[in-house]
């Protein structure tokens, strides 16, 4: 008698699924991951059994501490099946963590320096003078307050005097300049010098029409140049 009650239930059941409208056929399965007390029927595939209006079948154990903690996938098995218990934030995917904001990109500053060699070195001469000297301890405590990359000291004569005499001079006026900022503890790898001789003159054709030795030596002065150029990071 008792198979028998089972069997009738059994098919009032699937009498009222297949009665029940096509969009209640269409519920999404709850799969229940099968651990601790599940608060739901479930099937051999722990797929939580429905009614035919699509209500899930709960056991003895339900509560709504039990629907909101027996987990389904990502969320809890009430999620789905008693939505309008379970607390929403439990039934939300948590938002991704922002990613922490990127560090300012730290860009290195360049000052570059036109020195008059007029006030470095006496006319013709490699030698540094007090005053020009006296230039170089502003640059070498500028160079002190950077994360110092590097020193660069070009250096370019006038065009009075050969080529190859013009060149050698600008390359000595350089390494001089190397010599006294490292005497001043500039690390001697940061700097590096160069000799242009007089092939970058920035007075152009300004003196070509200049009479006499001493008057053309004064019109050619901004020739005569070291450049320094400081590279770093604050």
Known sequence: MIKQTKMLLLAAVAAAGFSAPAAFAQTKDV????????????????????????????????????????????????????????????????????????????????????????????????VLKPEGKSRLDELAAQAKGLKLEVILAVGHTDRIGSDAYNQRLSERRAAAVKTYLVEKGIEANRVYTEGKGERQPVTGNKCDGTKGRAALISCLQPDRRVEVEVIGTK
């Not at 029927?41 to 003895?60: E, M, P, Q």
């Not at 929403?88 to 995917?93: E, F, G, N, S």
Request: hydrophobic content about 45%; charged content about 25%.
């Open 31 to 126: 799969v229940v991951d099968g651990k601790g007390e599940i608060p739901y029927v479930i099937d051999a595939r722990n797929v939580v059994a429905r009614s035919g209006t699509g209500l899930c079948w709960r056991t003895g154990y339900w509560s709504p501490a039990a629907a909101a903690s027996a987990m389904a996938g990502e969320f809890p098995a009430g999620c789905e099946c008693d939505g309008d218990i379970v607390p929403k934030d439990k039934c939300t995917a948590a938002a991704p963590a922002a990613a922490p904001a990127a560090a300012p990109a730290v860009r290195p500053t360049a000052d570059k320096v036109k020195l008059s060699a007029d006030a470095l070195f006496d006319f013709d001469k490699a």
